[in-house]
């Protein structure tokens, strides 16, 4: 079955640094997303990438942040000098074109140290 | 805010009984989506019930909906130590890009 792939499953930085998690959405899926979900908290929406282009971001998605979709078949997000508070776990999901479900990944979980 | 509460934060039952989790909501939906997530795992997706629906069955699951009160239910019947794991309800608004808000999870503990 079609399963979202997320790498790595673990990351460690240390604060300042620079970070790419990566993701492999399902083949013939055209919605993407990613969510965060700081230990023992909700999952949190940060953006929606649609034709090439963020749809729709939160307010924790700032300037720090950014997604890209460099070939057909990775979507990556980038966090640019990562903070302590950064670390959670980081969930990519897609959807297909019509459908409503998400597929959601395994997710990575970012330790910023 | 948009924030979806669930209720219980924690619910602990004995095998075989039934576990039903509540989540409430505080505007309007196209749909609500229940989710379960091992420990420390991903997302897995268990059932999706439209704004136009008011119950839905899968399996062991029951999910209702009453958009009057904004609020949903979870129903697992003759539960097993296997469901032992954390329930987020998870609502898509009417006129979003479709991003999934979540609730605030309940921890369920399915014990021997």
């Known amino acids: 079955e079609p399963e979202v792939t997320q790498t790595p499953s673990h990351q460690v930085t240390q604060m300042g640094q620079e970070v790419i998690l990566r993701c492999v959405p399902i083949?013939?899926?055209?919605?993407f997303y990613w969510y965060r979900q700081i230990l023992g908290q909700k999952v949190e929406f940060l953006v929606s990438f649609y034709n090439n282009e963020i749809s729709e971001k939160s307010e924790i998605f700032d300037d720090q942040f950014s997604v890209e979709r460099p070939d057909g078949s990775n979507f990556t997000l980038k966090i640019r000098s990562t903070k302590l508070e950064d670390s959670a776990m980081y969930f990519c999901?897609?959807?297909?074109?019509?459908?409503?479900?998400?597929?959601f990944g395994q997710g990575t979980r970012l330790t910023v140290v | 805010s948009q924030q979806g509460e669930e209720d219980p934060q924690a619910l602990s039952i004995q095998e075989g009984e039934n576990a039903t989790m509540n989540c409430s909501y505080k505007?309007?939906?196209?749909?609500l989506q229940w989710y379960r997530q091992n420990s420390g795992r991903g997302l897995v997706h268990l059932i999706l019930i439209r704004s136009n629906e008011r119950e839905k069955h899968s399996g062991r699951l029951r999910v209702t909906l009453d958009t009057s009160k904004k609020s949903s239910s979870l129903l697992i019947t003759a539960s097993r130590a296997a469901d032992t794991a954390s329930y987020f309800c998870?609502?898509?608004?009417?006129?979003?890009?479709?991003?999934?808000?979540f609730g605030t999870g309940t921890r369920l503990q399915v014990t021997l």
């Open positions: 505007t309007s939906i196209n749909n």
């Open positions: 999901a897609s959807r297909p074109p019509r459908g409503t479900e998400a597929f």
């Open positions: 998870a609502t898509a608004y009417t006129g979003t890009a479709s991003k999934l808000t």
């Open positions: 083949s013939n899926h055209l919605y």
